[in-house]
């Protein structure tokens, strides 16, 4: 039996209202700089895995003074470490409720496959939001004139553990003029206009084509959300 209309139109509201929740509790986030005193590691992961549990910012720093009293632990690193995981963890999770209740979207994420999130139009893709990169070296203007070389760059570079392989690719890469591209993985409306819009408009002749192994080529796409 399909799903009737109403259902359809009921999960519809109730998935964008989930991502107004998400949107309004991101901007708290803002307010603070963002700074890792530390590199990430297994342990205080553990100690700050309540991110996962945690849309409210609320919540979010009553768990983490909890965490501090329990542990001992130095408050100031402790709290911008569990900001920014729980910051990139729902705004990464948003554009993923983006990309995967799109009509044209099938999503595919299970825990056997980490490394594919969705199916569109039949090719599977990885997905990742990246703030334009430092490590690039090279000007804005310069990867828009050259956006394979930007996403072989990212293909390469980006997340050297977990993410590291040669599946097909969809990246949104954001860039504010301000400098602080960060801060733009909050506006979740407005991505989802320009996600909404890439997808509408996709064709095969949007992708990459990358030889990151001998003999396999990978597929990539590029999303600009630029202000």
């Given at each position: 039996?399909?799903?009737?209309?109403?259902?359809?139109?009921?999960?519809?509201?109730?998935?964008t209202s989930?991502?107004?929740?998400?949107?309004?509790?991101?901007?708290?986030?803002?307010?603070h700089?963002?700074?890792?005193?530390?590199?990430q590691?297994?342990?205080?992961?553990?100690q700050?895995?309540f991110?996962?549990?945690?849309?409210?910012?609320?919540?979010?720093?009553?768990?983490?003074?909890?965490?501090?009293?329990?542990?001992?632990?130095?408050?100031?690193?402790?709290?911008?470490?569990?900001i920014?995981?729980?910051?990139?963890?729902?705004?990464?999770?948003?554009v993923?409720l983006?990309?995967?209740?799109?009509?044209?979207?099938v999503?595919?994420?299970?825990?056997?496959?980490?490394?594919?999130d969705?199916?569109?139009?039949?090719?599977?893709f990885?997905?990742s939001?990246s703030?334009?990169?430092?490590?690039?070296?090279?000007?804005?203007?310069y990867?828009?004139?050259?956006?394979?070389?930007?996403?072989?760059?990212l293909?390469?570079?980006?997340?050297?553990?977990?993410?590291?392989?040669?599946e097909?690719?969809?990246?949104?890469?954001?860039y504010?003029?301000?400098?602080?591209?960060?801060?733009?993985?909050?506006?979740?409306?407005?991505?989802?206009?320009?996600?909404?819009?890439?997808?509408?408009?996709?064709?095969?002749s949007k992708?990459?084509?990358?030889?990151?192994?001998?003999?396999?080529?990978?597929?990539?796409?590029?999303?600009?959300?630029?202000?």
């Amino acid at each position: 039996m399909g799903i009737s209309f109403a259902t359809f139109y009921d999960f519809t509201i109730l998935i964008t209202s989930y991502l107004d929740i998400i949107e309004s509790e991101l901007q708290h986030r803002l307010s603070h700089k963002y700074v890792w005193y530390r590199k990430q590691n297994d342990l205080w992961d553990r100690q700050s895995n309540f991110i996962y549990s945690s849309v409210k910012w609320e919540d979010l720093v009553l768990k983490i003074s909890e965490t501090v009293s329990r542990f001992k632990i130095d408050k100031n690193d402790f709290f911008y470490y569990a900001i920014n995981r729980w910051y990139n963890y729902w705004s990464a999770l948003a554009v993923e409720l983006i990309f995967t209740h799109l009509d044209e979207i099938v999503s595919t994420r299970n825990q056997r496959n980490e490394l594919i999130d969705f199916s569109l139009f039949g090719e599977k893709f990885d997905y990742s939001t990246s703030n334009f990169p430092k490590g690039f070296k090279k000007s804005l203007e310069y990867a828009l004139d050259y956006p394979k070389e930007l996403v072989y760059w990212l293909c390469k570079n980006q997340s050297q553990q977990q993410r590291k392989h040669i599946e097909n690719r969809m990246f949104v890469v954001v860039y504010a003029k301000d400098g602080d591209h960060w801060k733009l993985k909050a506006q979740i409306s407005w991505l989802k206009d320009i996600i909404s819009t890439y997808v509408a408009t996709f064709d095969d002749s949007k992708l990459f084509r990358l030889q990151l192994q001998p003999y396999k080529i990978a597929k990539a796409g590029l999303i600009w959300a630029i202000k």
